[in-house]
């Protein structure tokens, strides 16, 4: 009996720390949302960025996010620095000016300068089509990061077109995480 009992913990602690967020690129999200349209959460990242540590250390290992980001987006992990080639709407972005080697900030992907981001971590979300619908910049809980998921999967963020509507929708958000 306590070999199976053992047995049943192992293998329950094994199933709850594998469980993750499916992180692909973007080229492959894109691809994706050819086969199947969803909309894409990226998560834009730097090596040295403690920020974006926190956010995969204490909100992206959430059990609630994890599983309302799988169910709901394409994950796209993107170093901001970093030399991945993306093709995006007819363009593709790269990081020439990229340093091998180099120890702390290098230099920005052509693709973060083209979503304007500024700060690190970003979290961006694109529309079924790869269409960009909004970056939303700095670390956030798992709780805080619920109503931007939540908002832009149920396309609530169509009718927040005012500074009031958005107050409003944040009162009346119903918390789960």
Known sequence: MKKY??????LTITSVSAQQI???TMNDA???????PKKIFMDVYTTWCGPCKLLDKNTFSD????????????????????TEKITFQDFTYTNPNYQ????????????????KL?????????????ELIQAVPGYKTPQQLEIYLKMI???DYKKLTTAEAWQ???DNFKYTF
């Open 5 to 10: 009992l053992l047995f049943v913990l192992l």
């Open 22 to 24: 499916n992180w692909m």
């Open 30 to 36: 894109l691809a994706a949302q050819k086969r199947q």
């Open 63 to 82: 059990k609630d996010v994890i599983e309302f980001i799988n169910k709901n987006y394409y994950a796209v992990k993107f170093n901001a620095e970093g």
């Open 100 to 115: 091998e080697g180099r120890k702390g900030r290098n230099a920005t992907h052509f693709f973060a300068d083209a979503l």
């Open 118 to 130: 500024r700060g690190y971590p970003s979290l961006v979300f694109f529309k079924e089509d790869g």
């Open 153 to 155: 999967a149920n396309d």
């Open 168 to 170: 409003k929708y944040q």
